[in-house]
């Protein structure tokens, strides 16, 4: 019985401690760098995550090193995510990590920059072979189809910058009288673009340029800065604006990435910093979308394309505004998320105080009934045993049919309170042999009473009452009738005895009283135990 009621609590608790909160995805990201464009991607992430109440998101940067980038790959999986998404810093160095990640399991999102595997779930990128063909078109367009180029090309072995860098040779190639007079490399960073720029000019110094195109727009500022040094003029700068005489001199500079935002690229060509750049969508509310639609089982493209546009004078200031309006809402967004995830944490607080103080009513709830249980049970057990040996007669006992119960009855039968000496009675084996003796002697004798028995037992009938009904839990009378009736139904089935021969044996100075109360202690008439 016991084990029944601790399966009954194993499953109580079970239930209890099922919180009905869904699957924590944990996400981790790898960037290959930290920049402005990646902060931006990373801030679209969080937001977005923040929307939903189980995405974990682990950000790791690589700062442009592959070989670091593979180890934190290896780190993340082995941290146990549900799910990568990376930005691999160079085409083929990064790859065998994504692999490891990608064979064992993890689903693996590749977004922006390339891999030479196909060992991916999803690849998310914006077209960059067409990003530096338009690039190379508006380039031609302003110069009239004639000009000096200078192009500062992305990190070497990264796909954007390949990609980049064919479109746009593709694109000036129906321009003979565009040249590209120097092609420097550059990692996307400004400072080596700058240096790189200031380094070329320091050689060439008399070299006409005419527009300088960098993969990224940090390139293509850096290299602005690297000529407005070198090259020594000394201009009058109001604002961000450069001005003076001769400041036609100062070629058209274009890049890519069109960020939104103080000192992103829009800005910059408003500015007249740049004369164009080309957004590169960062997208990381998408990149998020995916993530989820991969993990939570529902369709999703395998390849997702960007779409992008120029950033001009004519378009920067209306793309500004409205970027600017973006971001407000954003913010406003934010701040509402702050709130109501303020609200969310009182009322998680006070879920988890409720589910506590449910529980423990529940334990004690379980622990009364348990020991409730427990003490009926031993108590129940000891009186059957008790009783079993107080009348240790093995053929009348055993002879009683299976789930037969001895009554317990709490009548009163007048006793006083005993004295504490008369309390010391004799040990209860002793006590249980006299009383035996005493009854089985004398069971014949309808008129034998509680009184002759305490009697012969020398106790008084207080004394009597107690003892018998602390040990059996039934009082004397009914001892003795239980006792009369056993040795009836004993009697019934060893001896061809009538049915009212065995009630006179037995004590019972009635016969109909005796088969009326053997109906009540067996269930059955004594006639049905002979059939
Ligand atoms: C950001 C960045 C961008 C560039 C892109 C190329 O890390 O350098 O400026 O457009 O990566 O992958």
């Given at each position: 019985m016991?084990?029944?009621?601790?399966?009954?609590f194993?499953?109580?608790?079970a239930l209890?401690?099922?919180?009905?909160q869904?699957?924590?995805?944990r996400?981790?990201v790898s960037q290959c760098s930290?920049?402005?464009w990646?902060?931006?991607?990373?801030a679209?992430?969080?937001m977005?995550?923040?929307?939903?109440e189980?995405?974990?998101?682990?950000?790791?940067?690589?700062?442009?090193?592959?070989?670091?980038q593979?180890?934190?790959?290896d780190?993340?999986?082995a941290?146990g995510?549900?799910?990568?998404i990376?930005?691999?810093?160079q085409?083929s160095?990064v790859?065998?990590?994504?692999?490891?990640?990608?064979?064992s399991?993890?689903?693996?999102i590749?977004?922006?920059?390339?891999?030479?595997?196909?060992?991916?779930?999803?690849?998310?990128?914006?077209?960059?072979?067409?990003?530096?063909?338009?690039?190379?078109?508006?380039?031609?367009?302003?110069?009239?189809?004639?000009?000096?180029?200078?192009?500062?090309?992305?990190?070497?072995?990264?796909?954007?910058?390949?990609e980049?860098?064919?479109?746009f040779?593709?694109?000036?190639?129906?321009?003979?009288?565009?040249?590209?007079?120097?092609?420097?490399?550059?990692?996307?960073?400004?400072?080596?673009?700058?240096?790189a720029?200031?380094a070329y000019l320091h050689?060439?110094?008399?070299?006409?340029?005419?527009?300088?195109f960098?993969?990224n727009?940090?390139?293509?500022m850096?290299?602005?800065?690297?000529?407005?040094?070198?090259s020594?003029f000394r201009?009058q700068?109001?604002?961000s604006q450069?001005?003076?005489?001769?400041?036609?001199?100062?070629?058209?500079?274009?890049?890519?990435?069109?960020?939104?935002?103080?000192?992103?690229?829009?800005?910059?060509v408003?500015?007249s910093l740049?004369t164009?750049?080309?957004?590169?969508p960062?997208?990381?509310d998408?990149?998020?979308q995916?993530?989820?639609?991969?993990?939570?089982?529902?369709?999703y493209e395998?390849?997702?394309?960007?779409?992008?546009?120029?950033?001009?004078?004519e378009n920067?200031n209306?793309?500004?505004?409205?970027s600017?309006?973006?971001?407000?809402r954003?913010?406003q967004?934010?701040?509402?998320?702050?709130?109501?995830?303020?609200?969310?944490?009182?009322?998680?607080?006070?879920?988890?105080?409720?589910?506590?103080?449910?529980?423990?009513i529940?334990l004690l709830?379980?622990a009364?009934?348990?020991?409730?249980?427990?003490?009926r049970?031993?108590v129940?057990?000891?009186?059957?045993?008790?009783v079993?040996?107080?009348?240790?007669?093995?053929?009348?006992?055993?002879?009683?049919?299976?789930?037969?119960?001895?009554?317990m009855?709490?009548?009163?039968d007048g006793?006083?309170?005993?004295s504490?000496?008369?309390?010391?009675?004799?040990?209860?084996?002793t006590?249980i042999t006299?009383?035996k003796?005493?009854?089985e002697?004398?069971?014949?004798d309808?008129?034998?009473?509680?009184?002759d028995i305490?009697?012969d037992m020398?106790?008084?009938?207080?004394?009597?009452?107690?003892?018998?009904?602390?040990?059996?839990?039934?009082s004397p009378?009914?001892?003795?009738r239980?006792a009369?009736?056993n040795r009836?139904?004993?009697?019934l089935l060893?001896?061809?005895?009538?049915?009212?021969?065995?009630?006179y044996?037995?004590g019972?100075?009635?016969?109909?009283y005796?088969?009326?109360?053997?109906?009540d202690e067996?269930g059955?008439?004594p006639?049905?135990?002979r059939?």
């Amino acid at each position: 019985m016991n084990k029944t009621y601790l399966c009954f609590f194993a499953l109580m608790l079970a239930l209890l401690s099922c919180s009905p909160q869904r699957k924590q995805h944990r996400i981790g990201v790898s960037q290959c760098s930290e920049d402005i464009w990646r902060d931006w991607q990373n801030a679209e992430m969080r937001m977005e995550a923040s929307f939903h109440e189980n995405v974990a998101l682990t950000f790791t940067t690589a700062h442009d090193d592959s070989q670091r980038q593979s180890q934190q790959i290896d780190s993340l999986v082995a941290s146990g995510i549900d799910l990568l998404i990376v930005a691999p810093n160079q085409l083929s160095s990064v790859s065998p990590a994504i692999d490891r990640a990608y064979d064992s399991g993890v689903p693996v999102i590749v977004f922006e920059r390339k891999t030479d595997s196909q060992k991916y779930t999803a690849f998310v990128s914006a077209d960059n072979y067409e990003m530096g063909r338009q690039m190379g078109e508006y380039i031609a367009m302003r110069l009239d189809g004639k000009g000096q180029l200078m192009e500062i090309l992305g990190l070497k072995g990264s796909s954007p910058a390949d990609e980049r860098h064919r479109g746009f040779r593709d694109a000036i190639a129906h321009y003979p009288d565009l040249k590209v007079v120097a092609t420097l490399q550059g990692d996307w960073t400004e400072e080596t673009a700058y240096e790189a720029v200031k380094a070329y000019l320091h050689h060439q110094p008399s070299i006409n340029i005419d527009c300088v195109f960098g993969h990224n727009d940090r390139t293509a500022m850096g290299a602005r800065k690297a000529m407005l040094e070198v090259s020594g003029f000394r201009f009058q700068v109001s604002g961000s604006q450069v001005s003076g005489s001769q400041s036609q001199t100062l070629p058209m500079f274009c890049g890519i990435d069109g960020l939104p935002g103080e000192n992103g690229g829009i800005q910059q060509v408003r500015d007249s910093l740049l004369t164009a750049s080309y957004i590169y969508p960062t997208r990381g509310d998408l990149l998020l979308q995916v993530a989820l639609d991969i993990l939570e089982g529902r369709s999703y493209e395998k390849e997702v394309m960007l779409t992008s546009a120029l950033v001009t004078r004519e378009n920067a200031n209306v793309l500004l505004l409205e970027s600017d309006e973006v971001m407000r809402r954003a913010q406003q967004l934010e701040l509402l998320q702050e709130k109501a995830s303020g609200y969310l944490h009182q009322l998680n607080a006070q879920r988890v105080v409720m589910w506590l103080a449910g529980i423990v009513i529940f334990l004690l709830l379980i622990a009364i009934v348990l020991f409730y249980l427990y003490h009926r049970n031993k108590v129940n057990m000891q009186r059957e045993r008790v009783v079993q040996n107080l009348w240790n007669m093995p053929e009348a006992i055993s002879s009683v049919p299976e789930g037969t119960t001895i009554p317990m009855q709490t009548e009163d039968d007048g006793a006083q309170t005993p004295s504490d000496e008369e309390e010391a009675a004799s040990a209860p084996s002793t006590f249980i042999t006299r009383f035996k003796e005493v009854v089985e002697k004398r069971m014949d004798d309808s008129e034998l009473s509680v009184e002759d028995i305490a009697a012969d037992m020398n106790l008084s009938r207080v004394q009597l009452y107690r003892k018998v009904k602390s040990l059996s839990g039934s009082s004397p009378v009914e001892l003795l009738r239980t006792a009369r009736l056993n040795r009836g139904y004993q009697m019934l089935l060893t001896t061809d005895k009538s049915i009212s021969e065995v009630a006179y044996a037995v004590g019972f100075s009635a016969p109909a009283y005796f088969t009326k109360c053997f109906k009540d202690e067996f269930g059955m008439v004594p006639g049905e135990v002979r059939k």
